[in-house]
């Protein structure tokens, strides 16, 4: 079936340094994006949103650019921080869903000092 | 905080055995959605409910079943219990009214041994 994807399983930044994750996908009627944030132990936290009529939106410290043309969905984390260390998700509207999401596997990032 | 509240927190049990997963959504949402989070298959949608019907489902096993009641808490189903079952499930709530972010509880954390 479609899914959503995601480029590296892994990323280490130093604080201080800009961080980009990459999410791929598949299902071109898909409308709408999210990007999440797990700690350790919690549940997934709503970082930023994007719906397929924009290309970028802004949060605080934080980018989603959407490519539809490639199916390319990315998030900059400005000045990184050690509180950002987390697993990050993007995930999609599900195409059979009374507005659920279909999630990717997860990067994780990893701020060093 | 996302307003979410699971319980419980752990559960320990044995195969065979049959768990029921409780989960009160934000004050003023109502839908809910069940996830199974598993080392190798991420965040897996199961089901969702709408102000008590069910909307949507996901890859749901049938040993599996949850509902919503009037006071729009949800309960989850896990019966005849398998080692494989062993995740952690997760809970969300939206308004249900369009693409919005989900709100996610902490979990509840399976273990089938």
């Known amino acids: 079936g479609e899914s959503v994807g995601l480029h590296l399983p892994t990323l280490s930044v130093q604080e201080g340094d800009n961080s980009i994750i990459n999410c791929a996908y598949s299902?071109?009627?898909?409308?709408?994006f999210i990007w999440y944030k797990q700690e350790s132990g919690k549940g997934p936290q709503f970082i930023i949103d994007?719906?397929?009529?924009?290309d970028k939106r802004q949060g605080q410290r934080v980018t989603v650019l959407l490519n539809k043309t490639v199916k390319h969905l990315s998030l900059q984390i400005a000045a990184t921080q050690p509180g950002d260390s987390a697993v990050y998700f993007c995930?999609?509207?599900?195409?059979?869903?009374?507005?659920?999401?279909?999630f990717g596997k997860g990067t994780s990032l990893l701020v060093t000092p | 905080d996302s307003g979410v509240t699971q319980t419980p927190k752990h559960l320990i049990t044995a195969t065979g055995q049959r768990v029921t997963l409780r989960c009160s959504p934000r004050?003023?949402?109502?839908?809910v959605y069940w996830y199974q989070q598993s080392l190798d298959q991420g965040l897996q949608f199961l089901i969702q409910?709408?102000?008590?019907?069910?909307?949507a489902k996901g890859n749901i096993l049938e040993r599996f079943s949850a509902q919503q009641f009037p006071d729009l808490h949800s309960e989850l189903n896990l019966s005849s219990l398998e080692l494989g079952d062993s995740a952690l499930y997760f809970c969300?709530?939206?308004?249900?009214?369009?693409?919005?972010?989900?709100?996610f509880g902490n979990g509840t954390r399976l273990t089938v041994t």
């Open positions: 004050s003023g949402d109502l839908s």
């Open positions: 409910y709408y102000n008590g019907e069910e909307r």
């Open positions: 994007i719906r397929s009529n924009m």
């Open positions: 969300a709530s939206s308004d249900g009214q369009g693409n919005s972010p989900l709100h």
């Open positions: 995930a999609e509207n599900w195409s059979n869903s009374g507005y659920a999401l279909n």
């Open positions: 299902n071109s009627a898909s409308d709408y």
